[in-house]
């Protein structure tokens, strides 16, 4: 069974870092891109950071480029996300997910319980 | 960005048919996904590329179209599946998702 359980989230001050940290069971993680998605209280999903099976390629959308780093260790079987100079606006729950393809996610299959992370003052 | 627009409700009675749209600003083909989210849970995969049913989901679920306009179909309904529903796009870059029509039973 494919288990994703994150960790790291929290509440962080404006301008703050954190680090969420995702671990991965029951598949193959080296073989499988993987993805972060968060979704703000009450809203919906938006896609976050995207990384190739090997950490080489890394694909992020323009309201974070620049400030999250997506990262993984495949002897580990876990998935990072690096947030820095943290905004209001980036309060969400934030969840690892992965496709049940063997490339760039199309959709995804496999969804963690997902963290909390809070920007305030 | 492919903005995906959603109804933000619907309310039907059990045991009635339900379809859900989701309107895309430009073409995605046929690569259009639909979720389910249950209150404090995570997202689940219902439905992958417009038409095919994710693996263990019930057959009472099922998607259509193509280009700019889908929908979700639930025939019929029962009262798990009050929820809210979430199409995403992965034709254009970034992947976008809809803003989610919350299912409610009368």
């Known amino acids: 069974e494919v288990q994703l359980v994150e960790s790291g989230g929290g509440l962080v001050q404006p301008g703050r870092s954190l680090k969420l940290s995702c671990a991965a069971s029951g598949f193959t993680f080296s073989n499988y891109y993987m993805a972060w998605v968060r979704q703000a209280p009450k809203k919906g999903l938006e896609w976050v950071a995207t990384i190739s099976t090997s950490g080489s390629r890394t694909y992020y959308p323009d309201s974070v480029k620049g400030r999250f780093t997506i990262s993984r260790d495949n002897a580990k079987s876990s998935l990072y996300l690096q947030m820095n100079s943290l905004k209001s606006e980036d309060t969400a729950t934030y969840y690892c997910a992965s496709s049940n393809e063997q490339l760039y996610p199309n959709w995804f299959a496999y969804w963690g319980q997902g963290t909390l992370v809070t920007v305030s003052s | 960005d492919t903005v995906l627009t959603q109804s933000p409700a619907l309310a039907v009675s059990p045991g009635e048919r339900v379809s859900i749209s989701c309107r895309a600003s430009?073409?995605?083909?046929?690569?259009m996904h639909w979720y389910q989210q249950k209150p404090g849970q995570q997202p689940k995969l219902l439905i992958y590329?417009?038409?095919n049913l994710a693996s263990g989901v019930p057959a009472r679920f099922s998607g259509s179209g193509s280009g700019t306009d889908f929908t979700l179909t639930i025939d019929p309904v029962e009262a798990d599946d009050t929820a809210t529903y979430f199409c995403q796009q992965s034709w254009n870059d970034p992947r976008t998702f809809g803003g989610g029509t919350k299912l409610e039973l009368k």
């Open positions: 430009e073409g995605v083909n046929s690569y």
């Open positions: 590329k417009a038409s």
